[in-house]
């Protein structure tokens, strides 16, 4: 997971699968969450905003790429300089049906 094209309001949220496992199905959700680097480590930003999202994406097969265009002036407002992650949480189901859940994030900077 990179996040592209950067601004203090945004980013493209570009998703990779390439492990070449097709046993299963890789989902996640709309929602994320931002985090900012300070002096004692990263800390989750409060939103400004309740926000709505629709339900999963899935996203399954052997390998894939997708790009989320994420505008998060509504929840967050226009990002300070500094150094953030953008954190989301994925799932993957195997050939049992085993539901493994993890975060993953992208680290970028705001100049």
């Known amino acids: 997971m990179t996040a592209e094209n950067v601004t203090p309001t945004g980013c493209t949220l570009v ?9 299963g ?7 994320y969450f931002i985090t900012r ?3 004692l480590g990263w800390k989750e930003l409060s939103s400004k905003s309740d926000v709505d999202t629709p339900g999963a ?3 399954g097969g052997k390998d894939g790429t997708t ?5 998060w002036k509504g929840i967050y407002g226009s990002l300070k300089p500094g150094n953030y992650r953008i954190c989301k949480v994925f799932g993957d189901t195997d050939k049992s049906r085993t539901i493994t859940e993890q975060i ?5 900077t705001i100049q």
């Open 57 to 59: 994406i899935l996203w």
């Open 15 to 23: 998703l990779n699968k390439s492990d070449g496992n097709e046993a």
């Open 67 to 71: 790009e989320w265009e994420i505008s």
């Open 104 to 108: 993953f994030w992208a680290e970028f």
């Open 37 to 39: 680097q300070g002096l």
């Open 25 to 31: 199905t890789v989902y996640t959700g709309y929602s």
